[in-house]
């Protein structure tokens, strides 16, 4: 993250193919992909010019698919598994959501990047990355669940307010 254009140039160096990501937005809009030096460097450069900060994350090959984790109150309520036509895998963008059962390590790796922010609950994407890595790619504190909703039986809304009543009675986090 940087204002400096020749330090994001010198970071999509060491990375050779990354997203820029506006810092506020939802569904994966204002997204671009660069690969291409001389691309990168206009890119950095048209964002320099409005005054924009300029945030870079590393793109990870993942076979056009991630898995959306909703965390609330310390526990994975549900899941679903985003397919996109591209490396876009927001439903917002046309990834069709399907039922997924997390794994003991992807319920853990939510858990712990929830936990990690501070949050209370949080919709945690995850990559399955080609080369077996499972990374987190964000974690969101105000998450969409629409395309959630569509493949579990869990009233994510429900759950959140549950939450919040409990808190309210000062019961505290589970």
């Known amino acids: 993250v940087t204002e400096r254009p020749e ?17 506020l937005g939802s569904g994966g809009r204002g997204i671009v992909r660069v690969s291409d030096p001389d691309l990168a460097w206009r890119t950095f450069r048209a964002l320099a010019h409005q005054r924009a900060v300029i945030y870079l994350q590393e793109f990870v090959p993942h076979g056009r698919h991630d898995l959306r984790l909703f965390v609330a109150g310390g526990e994975v309520i549900a899941a679903a598994r985003r397919d996109g036509a591209s490396w876009r ?3 917002a963008a046309g990834a069709a959501p399907r039922p997924h059962r997390p794994s003991a390590a992807e319920d853990d790796l939510a858990r712990r990047a929830t ?19 499972l990374l987190v790619s964000e974690v969101n504190g105000i998450p969409a ?30």
């Open 7 to 23: 330090e994001a140039q010198a970071a999509f160096a060491t990375m050779g193919d990354a997203l820029v990501k506006p810092l």
């Open 89 to 91: 895998t927001n439903v």
């Open 115 to 133: 936990r990690a922010v501070g949050a209370d609950y949080a919709g945690v994407d995850l990559l399955p990355a080609e080369d077996g890595r």
């Open 145 to 174: 669940w629409s395309g959630l909703q569509q493949v579990t039986a869990v009233d994510v809304a429900a759950a959140i307010v549950a939450r919040v009543r409990r808190l309210c009675r000062g019961a505290g986090p589970a």
